[in-house]
């Protein structure tokens, strides 16, 4: 089986001055659809390096990232755009929503973008899925955090990407706000998307069907099954 979401180590290095950063230290990593993958380390071990090379948002200074049977890697910042778009959504802790359109404005550009006529009523559908079908006209600014969350996770899958990708999406919502999200991700998970969350939540981890820990940029072997 082809996995939604490949990577083959992958090497990450920042310079700053004579300083060199090693982010990521050869990480290789598979996740299948269906299937959520928890990724946990202490603060600075890589976790946000690893997704944003998952996404395509970053190249990686070697290794190889396959979404979906794609090669995602030495392409145009172009052809990544094009590939993450359709095949990628995306729940960072930075708000994924553009503050001067409403929330189904932004479902609608977030749809345009990939090339996508869903149409008005599959956002409606979706607003009442994870919903907030009665906020479709509000802006992210009249938002509570949750509703905030939720729209984000709209957002992330409203041209249902086979891999999601989030980076402590419940890092500043309270717990109930936080266990609605959780059961939005396991539904994706249960429809046959690829989930992958950073989390310091250990609640989190532990509804996760797996959980890889990085240490220094690399897989912490030590905590494998
Ligand atoms: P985590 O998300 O696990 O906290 P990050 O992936 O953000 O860790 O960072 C991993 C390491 O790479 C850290 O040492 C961080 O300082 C460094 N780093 C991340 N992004 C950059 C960047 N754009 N420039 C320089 N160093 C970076
Ligand atoms: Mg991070």
Redesign the pocket.
């Known amino acids: 089986m082809t996995a939604t979401v490949e990577c083959e180590s992958v090497y990450r290095f920042f310079h700053a001055g004579d300083d060199e950063t090693l982010a990521l230290r050869g990480v290789t990593m598979a996740v299948q659809g269906g299937e959520t993958v928890a990724v946990t380390g202490p603060s600075g071990s890589g976790?946000?390096t690893l997704l944003a090379c998952l996404a395509g948002l970053d190249e990686p200074d070697g290794g190889t990232v396959r979404v979906a049977g794609e090669r995602l890697t030495r392409r145009t910042e172009e052809e990544r755009a094009r590939i993450r778009s359709s095949r990628i959504g995306m729940l960072f802790q930075s708000v994924n929503l553009v503050g001067h359109l409403d929330v189904d404005a932004n479902l609608a550009l977030v749809q345009r973008l990939a090339g996508r006529n869903g149409g008005a009523e599959l956002r409606t559908g979706i607003l009442e899925r994870v919903g907030i079908a009665d906020r479709a006209s509000a802006r992210p600014s009249q938002l509570s955090g949750g509703e905030l969350a939720r729209a984000g996770f709209a957002v992330a899958i409203v041209n249902d990407p086979p891999l999601l990708l989030c980076?402590e999406p419940t890092g500043e919502l309270d717990e109930q706000s936080a266990a609605g999200l959780l059961d939005l991700l396991s539904e994706r998970a249960e429809g046959g998307g690829a989930v992958i969350v950073?989390t310091h939540n250990p609640g989190v981890a532990d509804s996760a069907d797996r959980v890889i820990r990085l240490r220094d940029g690399a897989i912490d072997a030590g905590n494998a099954p």
């Open positions: 976790k946000s980076d950073v």
